[in-house]
Nanobody, 125 residues
């Protein structure tokens, strides 16, 4: 089992920044590709960003390109999501997820095996 714990969420003004962290338990963190998803009230969970096992490849939803940056530190068993220029439409619960697949579709929820419980991000006008 792999446990994921998100932190760093909160309330921020539009145009501000937040950095989310996801700390993973276990001894094989570097074997997992990692992703961030978010879910706003009344909407389905959607892909935000993903990063490969080594950190060499990253992927982003069009809605966050140029504003968000995903990164990982395998020595610390942690993945990050730096969120800049936040907009009210970024308001959602943000979830960290881990995939053990060798070949996977980075934006597909079904490709991820482990999920954190989420952290709330609220962006006010």
């Amino acid at each position: 089992q792999v446990q994921l714990v998100e932190s760093g969420g909160g309330l921020v003004q539009a145009g501000g920044s937040l950095r989310l962290s996801c700390a993973a338990s276990g001894r094989t963190f570097s074997s997992y590709a990692m992703g961030w998803f978010r879910q706003a009230p009344g909407k389905e969970r959607e892909f935000v960003a993903a990063i490969s096992r080594s950190g060499g490849s990253t992927y982003y939803a069009d809605s966050v390109k140029g504003r968000f940056t995903i990164s990982r530190d395998n020595a610390k068993n942690t993945v990050y999501l730096q969120m800049n220029s936040l907009k009210p439409e970024d308001t959602a619960v943000y979830y960290c997820a881990a995939s053990r697949s060798i070949y996977y579709t980075h934006y597909a929820k079904d490709e991820y095996d482990y999920w954190g419980q989420g952290t709330q991000v609220t962006v006010s006008s």
